[in-house]
């Protein structure tokens, strides 16, 4: 993908129905394993790239995405006070912050000022994509690419078997049924019936609410994403 005049030029054109996301980091590395990372994915279309927080406005307005995946630390303009500006003037878009620190006031306060998640960078490229379009389904439960927590629930104290642990560590990966489903090998009529095992045994009633009893309990061996 060629973009001329630099990091900061706009990519025009692209597939309609697809997620529409902008990057913004200051960094030409990053920005590189950025791309190629949505790139795999033939449902996201990168609409612009910025490499400073006084860029993205302006892209926003000229590209019109779905998500600006944002830096926390931007030349020029933090990514914070850019956080802040989108949610003013464009409440539509989903912010996504990206950030090289764990910080939980920095995760706290992009939470505050209106983020869909919060992604560290050493996350793994290919939960990347997944990741964008949790933030735009507002399905986002923990900060994306730390370390797993200690677990302060085991799941058999909880009642949960190991296939139905699997699927609800599927579950906070963002996958359907259907994909889970392939991923296991079995009927998707049985992911739901475990799923419904599921809920009973944790007393919640949707699988947005299983994910969330599941972070907030430290089950499974792979948390994702953080809520303010």
Not at 29 to 48: G, Q, W
Not at 104 to 109: D, E, K, L, T
Not at 159 to 178: F, V, Y
Request: charge should be negative; avoid cysteine; glycine fraction near 8%.
């Amino acid at each position: 993908m060629s973009h001329p005049g630099g990091v900061a030029s706009v990519i025009k054109g692209g597939v309609m129905g697809r997620l529409k996301v902008l990057i913004a980091d200051d960094h030409r590395l990053m920005l590189h394993s950025i791309r190629l990372a949505l790139d795999a994915d033939d449902e996201i279309e990168i609409v612009a790239e910025a490499d400073s927080g006084a860029k993205v406005l302006p892209f926003i307005g000229q590209t019109g995405p779905d998500l600006v995946l944002l830096d926390v630390r931007m030349p020029g303009m933090d990514g914070l006070t850019v956080l802040e500006r989108i949610r003013e003037r464009y409440p539509q878009v989903r912010v996504a912050m990206l950030s090289g620190v764990d910080d939980p006031s920095v995760i706290q306060a992009a939470f505050d000022r209106g983020a869909s998640a919060f992604i560290v960078k050493h996350i793994d490229p290919r939960d990347l994509p997944s990741a964008l379009r949790q933030a735009v389904d507002d399905t986002v439960f923990q900060p994306l690419g730390l370390l797993a927590r200690a677990p302060s629930s085991a799941p058999d104290e909880v009642g949960l078997t190991k296939r139905q642990l699997t699927i609800l560590e599927a579950l906070q990966t963002g996958l359907s049924n259907k994909q889970i489903a392939e991923k296991l090998f079995v009927a998707e009529e049985t992911v739901k019936f475990h799923l419904t095992k599921i809920y009973r045994k944790l007393d919640v009633g949707n699988r947005t609410e299983a994910v969330r009893y599941a972070y907030e309990h430290g089950l499974g061996e792979r948390p994702l994403f953080s809520v303010a």
